[in-house]
């Protein structure tokens, strides 16, 4: 099955400054890879996402790339601000076909944004 | 903005109870998912249900889980005996027809199992 490896697990960055969160996957039929942000108590939000037909995505700050080659993926976020601290997953699946969307999550990265 | 809810909040029950989690998905979707997260590890899949059976489930998925949609808008997760390691956040989600990928998570249920 897909495995997802998500690194760092902690990130902290002064406001302002970029922060970049990568992860691999294991299973070359993934074709959609989205990016969460938990808050503390709260669910996993959707931040932004993208299909294996593409190499990049951009949403204001938040841009996501992706390599299917080396089969890894990134987040990156631009210009920092502190509410921006969270954890943040990436996940894998295959969609279409026998898969019914099933997401594998990394590990989680605990972003810290100081003032 | 439509949003996946889910009830309680949080339960807490002795080993060997039977407990019921509740979601509502969006009401347009039709693909459905349970998934959990034992406390600062990463959220796990349990098990995804569509055109009202399940279409795939994990390991941790055995015969003390079932899930039901009982009517066109609930969605349930039982386990039938809860042993102490059943103890983690359980997230509902949903996903809509087709292309869409997007999958929409609850808020999610603290279950406690003492």
């Known amino acids: 099955g897909e495995n997802v490896e998500q690194h760092p697990s902690t990130l902290s960055v002064q406001e302002g400054d970029s922060a970049v969160i990568k992860c691999t996957y294991s299973?070359?039929?993934?074709?959609?890879f989205p990016w969460y942000k938990q808050e503390l108590g709260k669910g996993p939000q959707l931040i932004i996402d993208i299909r294996s037909n593409v190499g990049e995505k951009k949403d204001q700050r938040i841009a996501v790339t992706l390599n299917k080659t080396a089969k890894h993926f990134s987040l990156h976020i631009t210009e920092t601000q502190p509410e921006d601290s969270a954890v943040y997953f990436c996940a894998a699946t295959g969609a279409g076909g026998t898969s019914y969307g099933k997401l594998t999550f990394g590990q989680g990265t605990i972003l810290t944004v100081h003032p | 903005e439509p949003e996946v809810t889910q009830t309680p909040s949080h339960q807490v029950t002795q080993m060997g109870q039977e407990v019921i989690l509740r979601c509502v998905p969006i009401?347009?979707?039709?693909?459905f998912y349970w998934y959990r997260q034992i406390l600062g590890q990463k959220v796990e899949f349990l098990v995804s249900?569509?055109?009202?059976?399940?279409?795939?489930k994990s390991e941790i998925f055995d015969d003390q889980f079932s899930v039901e949609r009982p009517d066109g808008s609930n969605f349930t997760l039982k386990i039938r005996s809860t042993k102490l390691e059943d103890s983690a956040m359980y997230f509902c989600?949903?996903?809509?027809?087709?292309?869409?990928?997007?999958?929409?998570f609850g808020p999610g249920t603290r279950l406690t199992v003492t």
């Open positions: 249900f569509y055109n009202n059976e399940i279409s795939e």
């Open positions: 989600a949903s996903r809509g027809l087709g292309g869409k990928n997007e999958q929409y």
């Open positions: 299973d070359s039929a993934s074709n959609y």
């Open positions: 009401s347009n979707h039709l693909y």
